[in-house]
């Protein structure tokens, strides 16, 4: 394993994944290198602030960032309750060690481990000198039931006393070993790792993965989609359309399903690169793992074809087919009597002035109302244009989303980098996925009516089951001759 995935959490929060490569691995433990510049995932925080002095119930989105330090090496010794970091310069000189006090899980391929802090940390320099690190805030943690309970403090404290009687005898690992590390010039910096996306639920024991366009539209008498998508997982898996032995219509309703595990979360993560648009990362393979063992009988080694998708410029939807059954899109009613109304564009300064409203979707989000009924939501965005049409003039635009399962998705994913929305739908977790609408322009606008289709495929991970969607990242095209 040449790279491992490093998850570091504080109470329930990611507060980054970055990629390490193992430098030594064995029974005894792992030896990773974070080379600066790494790729990672961090979270979003207010400027000038600390995850550890934020609310653990917060929502914290993690953004594509960099590391944005000197080199470090990280010590994580089997069955230890603590890692050991070097800490050297963009120089390569060392510059302290670092004791992470924490717990540990390793996934079943070793690709990723599991970090929890433990808040209490000991600082170390380069003469041996410690001291105990962020002891108020780990008192003021313990008991917190997001946290650690008093014996559990008083055990991680215990971790750290055995640490300190190493560092006070200069024995391994503070001995002066790996100080004088230097990585070869040939290792390459890491790629950005996957990005968990949350999980959903199959009890109908059948996964749908399609486009949220027209997938509430279906011709009378046909079948449901569950029923079709059903017959589909009977025989493996398969492509589910509307456009009968002529293929997937250009424009029409289109997923794939495949046979899930039932009894369980199915885990989904994203791998990315970088939007041509923008340069923002946007999704290059959706993974999702089904929670059934890998039939190698019936399909070998894989990958098995299960047809294209395209990206829907409405965006995309992953969950239970029977659940999605349900499922109110664009046109469709609202599930509670709720609307949002939202105004943007020239004249919201004044708008704001006159009618009040609030960021939606973040600092840069339209201004507007949540959650108002539906009845006052349509007379609150028409008195709003009565004002503009009898003041400002044309310059501003006003909105009214009813609550379609469509519309709290899109809502659920606006601060999320991928967009990705989880919401409940019929007992179930059902994940939306949008899509940023600069980079569907560049790259995916054709759909499927220009063949803009990218392969959904089974697969083999560590003995289980995966679906993958694999779309590739954006090629520049190649210089013109002379240019």
């Known amino acids: 394993m040449s790279t491992v995935n490093v998850h570091l959490i504080l109470g329930s929060t990611v507060s980054m994944i970055i990629p390490a490569r193992a430098v030594e691995s064995g029974d005894d433990g792992l030896l990773l290198w974070v080379a600066p510049g790494t790729p990672l995932w961090r979270a979003t925080i207010p400027p000038g602030t600390h995850l550890r002095d934020l609310p653990p119930e917060g929502s914290y989105p993690l953004r594509a960032d960099r590391w944005r330090h000197g080199g470090a090496l990280i010590l994580q010794p089997a069955g230890a309750g603590h890692a050991v970091w070097w800490s050297f310069t963009l120089e390569q000189e060392f510059r302290s060690w670092y004791v992470n006090l924490e717990s540990r899980v390793r996934s ?3 690709a990723d481990v599991h970090v929890t802090d433990q808040e209490l940390d000991i600082t170390v320099t380069p003469d041996r000198a410690w001291e105990w690190k962020d002891e108020e805030s780990f008192a003021a ?9 008093p014996a559990e403090a008083a055990a991680i404290r215990a971790e750290g006393v055995r640490v300190t009687r190493l560092i006070d005898a200069a024995a391994y690992p503070f001995d002066g070993t790996w100080c ?5 010039a040939s290792w390459p910096l890491p790629a950005r790792p996957p990005l968990p996306l949350g999980s959903v639920t199959t009890p109908s024991g059948v996964l749908l993965l399609g486009k949220a366009g027209w997938i509430d539209h279906r011709p009378d008498g046909d079948p449901t989609r569950s029923e079709r998508a ?14 009968g032995a002529a293929g997937p219509e250009p424009y029409g309703y289109e997923a794939v399903a495949v046979p899930a595990a039932t009894d369980r979360p199915l885990p989904v993560r994203a791998w990315t690169s970088p939007s041509p648009f923008d340069g923002e990362a946007v999704i290059s393979a959706l993974e999702i793992s089904l929670g059934l063992p890998w039939d190698r009988a019936a399909h070998g080694p894989g990958p098995v074809p299960l047809g294209d998708l395209p990206v829907d410029r409405c965006g995309m939807v992953l969950g239970d087919a029977r659940a999605l ?19 943007w564009g020239r004249y919201e300064d004044e708008a704001q002035a006159v009618f009040g409203g609030e960021p939606t979707s973040g600092a840069s989000g339209p201004r507007g109302f949540l959650d108002l009924p539906l009845g006052e939501a ?34 659920a994913g606006s601060g999320h980098p991928l967009l990705a929305g989880p919401i409940e739908l019929g007992g179930c977790r059902v994940l939306g996925l949008g ?46 001759e002379g240019a």
Do not use: C
């Open 108 to 110: 079943p391929d070793g």
């Open 141 to 149: 943690k313990t008991g917190h039931p997001v946290y650690w309970t």
């Open 180 to 184: 004088d590390f230097r990585p070869p």
């Open 230 to 243: 059903a017959a589909l997982a009977a025989t493996g898996g398969g492509h589910l359309h509307d456009g």
């Open 325 to 343: 059954d349900a499922f109110e899109g664009l046109s469709g009613d609202a599930v509670d009597g709720l609307a949002d109304v939202t105004y």
């Open 378 to 411: 349509a007379a609150l965005a028409e008195r709003i244009r009565d004002w503009v049409r009898a003041g400002p003039g044309n310059g501003l635009l006003v909105s009214v989303e009813p609550h379609t399962d469509y519309h709290r998705a899109r809502r």
């Open 435 to 480: 899509w940023d609408p600069g980079d569907h322009s560049m790259r995916h606008r054709g759909e499927r009516a220009h063949g803009q289709v990218y392969p959904v495929t089974l697969e083999e991970r560590a003995g289980e089951a995966v679906l993958r969607w694999t779309i590739p990242p954006y090629e520049a095209p190649p210089a013109a």
